[in-house]
């Protein structure tokens, strides 16, 4: 289903913010009051530009309410962002089991299935996806499409082992129909992105038509030996709350 929320006021910032920012952040207030429960314990934060917003907000809950919670993170960046809001930091090895992960998404499609990966982190956030009781994605108006790959052309992001990166980039050329995957290079071109897990990321475009079934897409993309995991999450999203220009949000679940 698919509802649009009255208009939030965020009071202290309004007026400050770009509209695409404030979008974000009624987003993940939004997702927060909604899904991060009092009783909850164990915390997972994704990465990207919305998710300062959730933790801006949970941290607004109050030092009485986070201080029997911990907090697990995808990547350094959130690692970061934890640590300096003052919440405590855990690990997924300690924690398996998470209350709720909320993180942000490149698109997601009216089934919830999403583009994830923009930030070279979906390893760690389908990690942080699947070991959640609840899985909740928070964005702008941009990520809302019916289709994946409407909006956002970069392709699908797939992170890779370096030694199999050549291998692989043939495969999607040859094999898989994707003839525009390269290989994602840092700023200046200096080298390749090297994920948190010391592996190279390559993005792979596919015609709206195929993204129309991305499990499809994904379940090929796994199958190649070197492949470590494909930035598409496919029905792993309870709900996405994406902020509107008009100050209202969307919840679609
Ligand atoms: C990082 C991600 C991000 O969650 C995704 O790129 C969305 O980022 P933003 O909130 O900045 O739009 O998947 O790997």
């Known amino acids: 289903g698919s ?11 309004e007026g400050k913010l770009s509209v695409i920012e404030r979008s974000k952040q ?4 939004t997702a927060v009051d909604e899904h991060v429960l009092p009783e909850y314990r164990v915390i997972g934060i994704g990465s990207g530009s919305t998710v300062p917003y959730v933790v ?14 911990v907090f697990i993170p995808t990547g350094f960046q959130s690692k970061e962002l ?29 089934q919830l299935n999403c583009i994830k990966g923009g930030g070279a982190c979906h390893l760690r956030e389908k990690v942080l996806a699947e070991a959640a009781t609840t899985f909740i994605l928070v964005a702008d108006y941009r990520k809302n499409v019916e ?12 992170e890779v082992v370096p030694f199999a990166y050549a291998k692989v980039l043939q495969n999607l050329h040859q094999v898989l129909n994707s003839p525009k995957a390269t290989l994602r ?23 709206v038509e195929r993204m129309k079934e991305p499990y499809k897409i994904m379940a090929q993309i796994k199958m190649l030996t070197g492949v470590v995991e494909v930035g598409l999450f496919c029905h792993m999203a309870r709900a996405a709350y994406f902020g509107n220009q008009d100050g209202s949000v969307t919840a679609k679940w």
């Open 3 to 13: 509802t649009r929320l009255k208009p939030l006021k965020s009071p202290i910032q």
């Open 26 to 29: 009624l987003a993940a207030w």
């Open 56 to 69: 801006e907000r949970i941290v607004s809950q109050g030092a009485e309410a986070n201080k029997d919670r």
């Open 82 to 110: 934890i640590v300096s809001s003052g919440l405590s930091l855990g690990d997924v090895d300690q924690y398996p089991t998470i209350d709720v992960t909320l993180d942000g998404a490149d698109e997601v499609d009216t």
């Open 147 to 158: 289709y994946l790959g409407t909006n956002f052309k970069a392709g699908v992001p797939i």
């Open 185 to 207: 290079m840092a700023v200046a071109k200096a080298g390749p992105v090297v994920s948190d897990n010391g592996n190279f990321i390559i993005d792979a475009p596919f015609d």
